[in-house]
């Protein structure tokens, strides 16, 4: 056979040839292996698609079976044999009651050499009766400086006693009560520019003392059933003197019936009143007959109240019968939110040597005040809750005054250092406003003012009588251990005549703060830490009287 060849495959089998020549040596290089590994990211092997063909596989089956059962009850009586027992009565447990002490003793000393000292002791707990007594003695044992910076001695003392009972019974509850009081002071307010500057003060020249012996008692009824009748009678006695011989013996009988009538209460008080007043040179005997009918009517919405006050005066001074008209009107307004009120009512003030002392004891010794008549009082105002825990209250009130007392300054003694009554027709203007405030169970707050506007027929100022007056009274009980009480009062400009120049002065307001604290140790054991008159000012309540300044009064408290 001849096998031809032609340049075209010639040609073809030269470039194959150098094809695989070029494969061989890529492949020879490839053989050898890198030591050097880059890793970018971990593997992660993932099917990029496929396509599910089933989720289980499935065996058909053609056998059936059928399930029959077939059963039968044979019913046989079991004799049970079973006992009631009773359940016992669970026992009540009542609220624990905190525990009670039968005394309380209470000692302190302050600077001033001002010693104190309080006992109380009283029954425990009790349905049928109560019974206790109450002792106490306060007193300072210091010199004041006056303007001039004279010391003059300004000591004083305080003591009380007294003891107490109540009956309960099952309609009426009675009551006593005897005590005794005393008062020690000094007239230590002297007019320095009258002294010479060699001038001695003796305690004896300046002392004063007021002693008071006392008794009361009395029942009243305790019905709940409001058509039943209700009634109270009280006696009260007291013997009232002083360090010169002034002597006041008092007795009132005071008592009142009421009854509900349909949707009315009618009622009646009644009241009778002896003083007998002896100084040194005169003897006034007055005596006092009160009657005080009344109707009053209350709805949902709205309460009146109509009466009649009658009083007869039989003095050895003069005689007269005053009669006041008593009517008034409550209505709510907006719920318990707003209640307004209005009203008209007249009443007669006495003035016993006792009260008159109580006020100012550095007047002249057995000084004796006409009664003051308040012929008419009117009034309006408003009352109400601003919420649970706040209440509020403010009113106006336009008041007629006959013989309305004040205190001036009298150049009648050597010192010059007491004052005089006198009296003089007023007719007063008060704006009264109170809130009171508890946002905590442990924190108060109590704000009350008033404030005063005069019109005097023939003195020129109402002599120490101040234009405005504030209490703020805060309390704070932390965890029943620590107790803190904070009051701030401010008592507005009053008038004084001076006793040189015989012109009128103007005395400053007077402003003070005071803080008690008691730290609860224990149940029977407390420690208390008085302060007074933390703006250690100087102020003057009465003229030419200055007060002390801080005080600060600590102690203990011990229940047993």
Known sequence: MNVKYSNKNTAFRFFFCICYLIAGLELLNAQELRKEVYVISSYRPEIADAEKLGFMPLIPDTFSMGTSIDYSILPSRLKSDFTLRPIKPAKMVGTPLDKLYNSCLKIGVGNYLTPMLEYSIQNLRSKEYTIGAYAMHKSSHTEISLADGTEVPAGYGRNELLAYGKRFYKDINLFAEVGAKTHKLRYYGLNTEILADTFDVETGDIKQSFYTI????????????????????????????DHFKNKEPHVNISSSLSHHINSFIVGLEGAYDHLNFKNSVDTTDQSIVAFYPFVKKRKEEWQINLGIHINILNSTIYDSVYIYPDASIRIRAIDDALFGFFGITGYLEQNSYQSVTTENPYIIPGFHARNTNHSYVIYAGIEGYLSSKASYKFDVSFEAMED??????????????????????ADLIKYHGEINWAPLSFLSFFLKSNYYSYKLYAEDKPWHRPAFELLFTTRYNFKEKVYADLDFITIGKRYARSLNTNQTKELDPIYDLNLRLEYKYSNVLSIFLHFYNLTTKQYYLWDQYPVQRLNVLAGICYKF
């Open 214 to 241: 006392y008794g009361k008692a009395g029942l009243l009824s305790t019905r709940p059933d409001s058509n039943k009748l209700s009634y109270s009678l009280m006696l009260t006695g007291d013997y009232f003197w």
């Open 404 to 425: 309305m007392i004040f205190f001036l300054n009298s150049d009648s003694t050597p010192l010059q250092n007491q004052f005089e009554l006198i009296t003089d027709d």
